[in-house]
T-cell receptor
Framework: GAGVSQTPSNKVTEKGKYVELRCDPI?????LYWYRQSLGQGPEFLIY????????DSGLPNDRFFAVRPEGSVSTLKIQRTERGDSAVYLC?????????????FGPGTRLTVT | KNQVEQSPQSLIILEGKNCTLQ??????????LRWYKQDTGRGPVSLTI?????NTKSNGRYTATLDADTKQSSLHITASQLSDSASYIC?????????????FGSGTRLLVRP
């Protein structure tokens, strides 16, 4: 079956612009995670959804970052007033339950470059 | 300070050779430890998951060990293949910022040469 997909695969934007990154999880997976990965580093947790609600958003760096999952499936990560420091690969993962005890399946990521 | 430290940062070995990657963690409390393989431009893929009560777990040519007392883990790769070239990331599920989270190390970049 299809894995986790993310679009776009690459996004270049100018400083100060607004961007949206999309994640399509594996069908039936109730848990969805967003991570940010800088070059040469491991992924860093941003936010976790269980169904439609954000169960843990403690990793969002500031109020310019926001994520939604209105129907409990597709999720969108939204970044306002982008800064050059936001440049990174944004990874999405999904699992059948809370990720600590269930396998997390990662998408290929969206590479965001802020110029 | 990163709560999950990996060594070496990078490693080059010849095809067919074995290698061992190290992971030390300070995360507490801790519930499980995973090793992921991440190919360039791809998302991480799980290799093994171990709870604190497990000492070793194998997945084909990959064998992970865990010493929960010393908070150390290793990933041993046997008879390396060119396709093993990737980043290997140690991930600990532990308590951080008022909830359990997966805490990732920075990874070891392995290059297998023919």
């Amino acid at each position: 079956g299809a894995g986790v997909s993310q679009t776009p695969s690459n996004k270049v934007t100018e400083k100060g612009k607004y961007v949206e990154l999309r994640c399509d999880p594996i069908s039936g997976h109730t848990a969805l995670y967003w991570y940010r990965q800088s070059l040469g580093q491991g992924p860093e947790f941003l936010i976790y959804f269980q169904g439609t609600g954000a169960a843990d958003d403690s990793g969002l760096p500031n109020d310019r970052f926001f994520a939604v999952r209105p129907e409990g499936s597709v999720s969108t990560l939204k970044i306002q007033r982008t800064e050059r420091g936001d440049s990174a690969v944004y990874l999405c993962a999904s699992s059948t339950g809370e990720g600590g005890f269930y396998e997390q399946y990662f998408g290929p990521g969206t590479r965001l470059t802020v110029t | 300070k990163n709560q999950v430290e990996q060594s070496p940062q990078s490693l080059i070995i010849l095809e067919g050779k074995n290698c061992t990657l190290q992971c030390n963690y300070t995360v507490s409390p801790f519930s499980n430890l995973r090793w992921y393989k991440q190919d360039t431009g791809r998302g991480p893929v799980s290799l093994t998951i171990m709870t604190f009560s497990e000492n070793t777990k194998s997945n084909g040519r990959y064998t992970a060990t865990l010493d929960a007392d010393t908070k150390q883990s290793s990933l041993h790769i046997t008879a390396s293949q060119l396709s093993d070239s990737a980043s290997y990331i140690c991930v600990v599920r532990g308590w951080m910022d008022s909830s359990y989270k997966l805490i990732f190390g920075s990874g070891t970049r392995l290059l297998v040469r023919p």
